[in-house]
């Protein structure tokens, strides 16, 4: 197989890339905010048959 030449320079890519990563720690650490939250929510084991 050949390769294709790619459409975009190099510092395109790596800008790219820099950008992607960014995002996906981004959405990594409102993903964790999100489970802290969902778990500060959610009724414990040792909340059952009180009340």
Known sequence: M???PTAA???D???QIAAE???I???MKRLKLLH???SCLAP???D???G
């Open 25 to 27: 720690k981004l959405a």
């Open 48 to 50: 059952v048959g009180r």
């Open 2 to 4: 050949e390769k294709k």
């Open 9 to 11: 320079p190099d510092g």
């Open 36 to 38: 802290i939250k969902a």
């Open 21 to 23: 990563e960014k995002a």
């Open 13 to 15: 890519v790596a800008s």
């Open 44 to 46: 414990s084991d040792t």
